[in-house]
């Protein structure tokens, strides 16, 4: 496989993030949180290296290597010189208990260790303000650094020395040293014993999330991996999940289809929690449900948008941020997604889906009640209102809209879900209501998006072109497996959609011409429609490929060009780590072969 500049490894503590380098460089991280200025932007500032970066710098380096400490977020990086000298680098943000709640602060800590050798280090430090408009001015003491980020200051406390570290100078590192980025206030306690204690602390949080989750026997590690990455998209304060950690990483070379995904998309949320429901992870869930919950209240009743901020914000004004030249040079840097003023219908379902689940499962610590019944029946009026009108689409097509069968499909799940929900709370007037309602959506799909002619479902009710959603149909609960209409609209879209081992999302040209990568969530839901069709051998050898394809730490991108084999897109993308999970847990041996 190609070697990508997305060979990054994600740190964060559901707060803030950042992506580390193969080299240990901090390359991307925003604070105060996912969607603030990226402090560290030197990802998107192409030749510009020492700008937006944070890097430990070994003389001579010769090779480094990489890991995670086991079932943690925490990241060790090895650096060698050509003299055999050594150097190790634990970077993590601080994740754990304290005082009665969890203790995230905007921070990051990093420990650099000598391990062989005498090894000889320089520090550059160079954070930014204004999305790459100026590098952040500094004051300093004898023991720490503040670096002026708009109306707020980072603090550098550590115990190295602070002359180095201004001057970039490079010394022997002759003991451990420690550095903690976060609020600008003094350090509580030593510096050395404080740092290490929340590298232990952290490291037990994640090990103990890690020790309840229900993962399949094979591909332990790799959905270990993408689970912790999932999590660390999650906003805690809020509950919002966001698409991925990244803005304007190019879904192919110069194709300027670069968005900034730093926010929560209905639909991507879903599959997430989806995902990590199938784990046992029900911590996101339920903070989900809670930002679920504003998210509706605030729409009355209304119009819900594709996507919001982590904070709810549904104007989301999307803008070039001029000073970042982009990804390898190849901009534009967007901020904002002009995405949030689209109609897309899918949503409804989506909100109702993860919702429903709070009225049957007894393991939340809240449970849904009568009055969010009522909430969300106002979701499925929506959906009834919607399911026949034209949308953007789950591709977010900017300059043409149709009836598509995906959105459609998806109000009648929402309408499907509430029938069971009334059900269950013995509501018999309502489980007719909406069992009548889906009745009716699902033979108006059956009536306009079925094409006799090309024997299999189109994507939209207008047209019989295809599109790689229609593979949800049985994740739905639409179709099963064994539907005669499935098996047709498989074999339509593997035929016309299929690259090898990739998926597109569609062949058509759109706003931007032809598609010219895979798309890998596409790809996983290939795999999965293989395994349901009982092609599990073919299903098992491509998902094999697709994790040949993933980062040194176990992570994917949005899209993949399919003749190169290099990633493209923002990173890490939700969607993608999702269909790795799903298809581990599909695919795998049962556990019962070793126990």
Known sequence: ????????????????????????????????????????????NDNARDRGIWRFELEGQARSSQRYERNTAILVTRLEADDGSAVEIHDFAPRFERSGRMYRPVAYARIVRPVAGAPRLRIVLAPMNGYGASLAETTNGTNHIRYMIGPQALRLSTDAPVGYVLEGRSYRVESDQHFFLGPDEPF????????????????????????????????????????????LCQHEETGAIVAALTTSIPEAANSQRNWD?????????????????????????????????????????????????????DELHEFEAEHLAGYRGMGPVRVGNAAYKQVQHDCY????????????????????????????EEVGEAAWAKHDQPDAGLWEFRTRQEVHTYSAVMCWAACDRLANVAATLGKGDRVVHWKQRADAIRAKIDENAWSEEGGHYGASFESDYLDASLLQLVELRYL????????????????????GDHMLRYAAEDDFGAPETAF???TFWLIEALALVDRRE??????????????????????????????????????????????????????????
């Open 188 to 231: 509580d306690g030593n510096i050395r014993s404080e740092v290490r204690r929340m590298e232990a602390m952290t490291a037990r949080y994640w090990q103990h999330w890690v020790r309840g989750l229900h993962i399949p026997l094979e591909w332990q590690e790799e959905v270990i991996r993408a689970a912790i990455a999932l999590k």
């Open 538 to 595: 073919e299903a098992r050898e491509m998902f094999e490929a697709m994790l040949s394809h993933t980062t040194a730490s176990g992570m994917l991108s949005e899209d993949l060009d399919y003749e190169t084999d290099e990633l493209w897109g923002n990173f890490p993308q939700t969607y993608s780590l999702v269909g790795i999970i799903n298809c581990a847990g599909l695919l795998s041996k049962p556990w019962s072969e070793v126990r």
């Open 261 to 313: 995904y730093r926010y929560c998309w209905i639909r991507d949320s879903y599959y997430t929690v989806q995902a990590l429901n199938r784990l046992g992870a029900l911590d996101v869930l339920e903070k989900y449900l809670a930002y679920l919950r504003n998210i509706v209240d605030q729409a009355r009743g209304g119009q819900i948008q594709p996507l919001y901020s982590v904070m709810g914000a």
């Open 349 to 376: 379902g989506q909100i109702v889906m993860p919702t429903a689940q709070a009225f049957f499962d007894t393991r939340l610590l809240r449970m849904a009640d009568e009055r969010d019944f009522e909430h969300l």
């Open 480 to 499: 099963t497996p064994d539907d005669e209409r499935f098996l047709k609209t498989f074999a339509a879209v593997e035929r016309d959609l299929r690259r």
């Open 1 to 44: 496989m190609m070697q990508s500049d997305l060979e990054l490894s994600p740190i964060g503590n559901c707060q803030v993030s950042t992506l580390v380098d193969s080299e240990g460089a901090f390359v991307w991280g925003c604070v105060p949180r996912v969607d603030g200025d990226p402090v560290f932007c030197s990802l998107l």
């Open 520 to 522: 890998n969530v596409c």
